[in-house]
């Protein structure tokens, strides 16, 4: 159940990248049960399509469209028909993206600017995209999703380097667009965030289940866990908060790390 006052979210347009899955698709979640009109944009037609099927099957107030953000174009596109559509987009969620494990002597140049160009360049082109087009003269609040980049993160590198651009980018842009009235923050989830598609992508749950040594708490973070925070950044409640970042990681940040081989 959602934890906002819908009169805050009424009526809105949010645009979630990768909002088809996992954390994604909890934010979706939240934002319609508030009322919200969702547009969720990633590359899979088919994860899309099912997921309106699923949560909005009976009305237009959740879109899917096609659209990989490492293209330009695409994500032109993207804004314009949203806007052409629905007339304005309130919030953007940047929440698509992600990497692969290996050691960084392994990645070669192609697997580095996958992942660069995934994270942070596909970041970096929907905020100027959907500021040129709607945020510059209207105003709105973006959302970046990144990892808990603090202490670094073998076996993920490039993707940390890349958060940790998108970190610094949100903090740049907080300060040059809030004459506009636009708000940016970033959420790092930290701690490990279970969904199945998450989990496919490094070949099941174990590394998942493995985490939760690392975790005070014990138990892994769910995906309505971030989309809470995510809402809460989005919502007037957070009217005077810009460029910050915010870990939802149960306090995994501050737990020992000798106490994760227990
Ligand atoms: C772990 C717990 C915490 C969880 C955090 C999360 O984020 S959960 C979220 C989890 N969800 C996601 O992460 C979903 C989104 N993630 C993705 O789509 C991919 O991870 C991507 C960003 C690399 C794009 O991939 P793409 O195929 O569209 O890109 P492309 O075709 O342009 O270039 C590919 C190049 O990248 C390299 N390379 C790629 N994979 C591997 C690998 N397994 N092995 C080795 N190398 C790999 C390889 O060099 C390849 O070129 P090659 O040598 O084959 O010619
Ligand atoms: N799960 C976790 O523990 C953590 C996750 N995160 C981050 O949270 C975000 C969501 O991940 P999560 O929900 O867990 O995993 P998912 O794999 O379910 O979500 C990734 C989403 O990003 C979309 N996506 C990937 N590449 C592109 C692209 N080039 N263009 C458009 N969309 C793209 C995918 O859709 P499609 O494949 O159809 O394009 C998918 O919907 C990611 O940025 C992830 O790195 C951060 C910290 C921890």
């Known amino acids: 159940m959602s934890v906002f006052r819908p009169l805050l979210f009424k009526n ?13 698709k909890a ?13 969720i944009a990633s590359r899979k037609e088919e994860r899309l399509k099912a997921t309106v099927q699923e949560l909005c099957p ?4 959740l879109r899917g469209k096609v659209c990989n953000i490492r293209k330009e174009d695409q994500i032109n596109t993207l804004i314009s028909s949203t806007l052409s559509e629905l007339g304005k987009i309130d919030y953007l969620v940047n929440n698509g993206g992600g990497q692969y494990l290996s050691p960084v002597a392994d990645i070669r140049l192609k697997g580095w600017d996958a992942v660069v160009e995934t994270n942070l360049t596909g970041t ?41 651009g998108v970190d610094n980018l949100t903090k740049s842009l907080a300060v040059e667009w809030a004459a506009n009235g636009v708000r940016l923050n970033t959420v790092a989830p930290g701690g490990f965030i279970y969904s199945p598609t998450a989990a496919a992508n490094y070949g099941g749950r174990d590394v998942f289940e493995k985490a939760r040594v690392g975790i005070p708490a014990k138990r892994l973070g769910t995906t309505q866990e971030v989309a809470s925070a995510v809402c809460f950044l989005l919502s007037p409640g957070a ?24």
Not at 58 to 61: G, I
């Open 124 to 164: 970096f082109l929907m905020c100027k995209e959907v500021y040129g087009q709607w945020m510059r003269e209207n105003g709105g609040v973006i959302v970046n999703i990144i990892l808990d980049t603090s202490r670094g993160i073998p076996m993920m590198a490039h993707s940390a380097a890349a958060r940790a």
């Open 239 to 262: 009217s005077f908060i810009s460029g910050e970042t915010l870990k939802v990681d149960g306090g995994a940040n501050f737990f020992p790390s000798l106490d994760r081989s227990r």
């Open 12 to 24: 809105k347009v949010a645009l979630v990248t990768g909002g088809a899955t996992g954390i994604g």
């Open 58 to 61: 009976n009305s237009n107030r």
């Open 27 to 39: 934010i979706t979640e939240e934002l319609l049960s508030l009322g919200c009109k969702v547009v």
